[in-house]
């Protein structure tokens, strides 16, 4: 359960720097901030489908930058919520829904977790691309970069020492 709850609280920090991120860069690249609302759109639709309610908004939406700032914080305040009430025996249920071409599909809700924070990730790694063709400075989002900054708490179990690998790793040894 922690390690799901600290993946949304690296995406939300991820979400919130690649935003900042765009900001930084005057107007936006356009490409940069349809894909930022199609995360904002997404993490939304995802979270109504595990609560069986209607999405909020269209899967890709047209929405100004003020507009990211503001369905990303209520989202975030929405995940939080949802991720306090989580229980083992409710990550393993499974949830039916249907894909934005109207196919029908079930998974459990431990994947739709799993996969709400791998898409966003995904389209953050275009949004930095898209920063960086325009000559601007994108956002760092590393997960890692987090967690040694301390933007994400670290987890649990054998850390190692830095320069050492930990116990059971084949002794490979990593910066």
């Not at 069986?52 to 975030?76: E, F, H, I, K, Y």
């Not at 400075?137 to 020492?161: F, K, L, M, S, W």
Request: hydrophobic share 40%; with cysteine; aromatic share 8%.
């Amino acid at each position: 359960m922690s390690d799901i709850r600290r993946l949304f609280d690296y995406d939300h920090w991820a979400n919130r720097e690649a935003l900042a991120s765009l900001a930084a860069a005057g107007p936006p690249p356009p490409a940069a901030l349809k894909r930022m609302a199609h995360i904002v759109a997404a993490e939304a639709l995802w979270l109504s489908r595990l609560e069986l309610r209607p999405a909020p908004l269209a899967v890709w939406p047209d929405l100004s930058l003020s507009q990211c700032v503001t369905w990303l914080g209520d989202g975030q305040r929405e995940w939080k919520k949802y991720l306090a009430g989580l229980t083992p025996e409710r990550l393993a249920e499974q949830v039916r829904y249907a894909n934005s071409k109207g196919e029908s599909f079930s998974n459990t809700v431990e994947d739709i977790l799993t996969h709400v924070v791998l898409h966003s990730a995904y389209h953050r790694g275009q949004i930095a691309s898209d920063v960086r063709a325009g000559g601007q400075q994108p956002a760092y989002t590393d997960y890692i970069h987090a967690v040694r900054t301390q933007r994400v708490p670290e987890g649990g179990g054998n850390q190692g020492e830095p320069g050492r690998a930990p116990a059971g790793s084949g002794g490979a040894r990593r910066p």
